[in-house]
């Protein structure tokens, strides 16, 4: 049975850094494109970043282009979300997902197995 296990959130000042970890048990990430989406409470869920399964293909939200990056790493079987110039507005909940295929992570966003989430407080 394939678990994904987000770590790394926590509360950091604006203009912080914080590193989101997605590890996966059960299974091989390699065969897997990594989504990595953010809710805050009462705005719809955000896909902000996904990387296809040979990590050299991303996309990213305009709302976070240049202060965030995903990246994987085959041995250790996870994959990571880099925040850089922490705003405010970048508080919410961060899950991270797994499918197969880029399309359907990239395009249809259309995933197969969900983390249960961390929380990110950016917070003066």
């Known amino acids: 049975q394939l678990q994904l296990v987000e770590s790394g959130g926590g509360l950091v000042q604006p203009g912080g850094s914080l590193r989101l970890s997605c590890a996966a048990s059960?299974?091989?990430?390699?065969?897997?494109?990594i989504g990595w989406f953010r809710q805050a409470p009462g705005k719809e869920r955000e896909r902000v970043a996904c990387?296809?399964?040979?990590?050299?293909?991303?996309k990213y939200a305009d709302s976070v282009k240049g202060r965030f990056t995903i990246s994987r790493d085959s041995a250790k079987n996870t994959a990571y979300l880099q925040m850089s110039s922490l705003k405010p507005e970048d508080t919410a909940v961060y899950y991270c997902?797994?499918?197969?295929?880029?399309?359907?992570?990239?395009?249809?966003?259309?995933?197969?197995?969900w983390g249960q989430g961390t929380q990110v407080t950016v917070s003066s």
């Open positions: 990387i296809d399964s040979s990590g050299g293909i991303t």
């Open positions: 997902a797994a499918a197969r295929g880029f399309f359907r992570a990239s395009v249809k966003n259309e995933y197969d197995y």
């Open positions: 059960g299974i091989t990430l390699d065969y897997y494109s």
